[in-house]
T-cell receptor, first 113, second 113 residues
Framework: DQQVKQNSPSLSVQEGRISILNCDYT??????FLWYKKYPAEGPTFLIS?????DKNEDGRFTVFLNKSAKHLSLHIVPSQPGDSAVYFC????????????FGAGTILRVKS | DADVTQTPRNRITKTGKRIMLECSQT?????MYWYRQDPGLGLQLIYY???????NKGEISDGYSVSRQAQAKFSLSLESAIPNQTALYFC????????????FGPGTRLLVL
């Protein structure tokens, strides 16, 4: 069973607008969440993370929101830029369990100029 | 220079052949991981190692073996390759004092005919 789900395989957004990528999880033991970005022919690169003791974390244009009661997190990119076009993976872990990450299937983001 | 390198970057092999994928890192991290990515499934953990003497199976270890030759080197072997092992393979590292973030290599694209 998929413990981390990204239900939107793709998303298309106009440059300058907000991109919202969503992620749902089923395992209530998860207490740390990460977003990775992946360009073609490259490995995933860490983007932003959030601990379950927080409900929001910001880093420049990127903000992650966590709703523990709904087991849902989202990544907001504002404003979106063409260079943000990539595959975005949501990942979750149980802190202290050896950094084992469980990944979602990814969402392809296309930012149109 | 890249912190996490993988060789080869691309490999075509035949069913039944033994192949080895290699990973090296200069980040000085103790923890290393092997993942595979299949279309629509995200990244799945094959094996992970907390140090040279500590190797653990991940979600999908059947058909694979690993060797941790040194802190900086972690190899993945397919003893007898089969077509459904065709996938993109990623190596990753992490520092136990650095939270849950993992750092990925560029990947090896493997095709088993």
């Amino acid at each position: 069973d998929q413990q981390v789900k990204q239900n939107s395989p793709s998303l298309s957004v106009q440059e300058g607008r907000i991109s919202i990528l969503n992620c749902d999880y089923t395992n209530s033991m998860f207490d740390y969440f990460l977003w990775y970005k992946k360009y073609p022919a490259e490995g995933p690169t860490f983007l932003i993370s959030i601990s379950s003791i927080k409900d929001k974390n910001e880093d420049g244009r990127f903000t992650v929101f966590l709703n523990k009661s709904a087991k849902h997190l989202s990544l907001h990119i504002v404003p979106s830029q063409p260079g943000d076009s990539a595959v975005y993976f949501c990942a979750a872990s149980v802190a202290g369990y050896g950094n084992k990450l469980v990944f979602g299937a990814g969402t392809i983001l296309r930012v149109k100029s | 220079d890249a912190d996490v390198t993988q060789t080869p970057r691309n490999r075509i092999t035949k069913t039944g052949k033994r192949i080895m994928l290699e990973c090296s890192q200069t980040k000085g991290h103790d923890r290393m991981y092997w993942y595979r990515q299949d279309p629509g499934l995200g990244l799945q953990l094959i094996y992970y190692s907390f140090d040279v003497k500590d190797i653990n199976k991940g979600e999908i270890s059947d058909g694979y073996s690993v060797s941790r030759q040194a802190q900086a080197k972690f190899s993945l072997s397919l003893e007898s390759a089969i077509p459904n092992q065709t996938a993109l393979y990623f190596c990753a590292t992490s520092d136990p004092t650095g939270g849950e973030t993992q750092y990925f290599g560029p990947g090896t694209r493997l095709l088993v005919l």
